[in-house]
Nanobody
């Protein structure tokens, strides 16, 4: 069982930056594809970004491409999401996810989810 714990959320003004972190309990972290999803109030949970086990392959949603960067440090069992040029529409609970296998944008393909961290962007 993989446990994922997110941190780094908070309140920031539009145009600002935040970096989310996700610490994984699994010692075989480097065999898992990882990703981030988010859910705003009254909306469905949506894909943000994903990264392969090696970090060589990454994908982003169109809404965050060019502003967000996903990365991982397998030596530290940690996933990151650097968020720049934040907009009020980025306000959501952000979830860290993991799966054994390749990257995917489909939330149903991820076996493990963190508890989420709130990101609020004020205008």
């Amino acid at each position: 069982q993989v446990q994922l714990v997110e941190s780094g959320g908070g309140l920031v003004q539009a145009g600002g930056s935040l970096r989310l972190s996700c610490a994984a309990s699994e010692r075989t972290f480097n065999t898992y594809a990882m990703g981030w999803f988010r859910q705003a109030p009254g909306k469905e949970r949506e894909f943000v970004s994903t990264i392969s086990w090696s970090g060589a392959t990454t994908y982003y949603s169109d809404s965050v491409k060019g502003r967000f960067t996903i990365s991982r440090d397998n030596a530290k069992n940690t996933l990151y999401l650097q968020m720049n040029s934040l907009k009020p529409e980025d306000t959501a609970v952000y979830y860290c996810v993991a799966r054994q296998g390749g990257t995917t944008r489909n939330r149903n393909d991820y076996d493990y989810w963190g508890q989420g961290t709130q990101v609020t962007v004020s205008s």
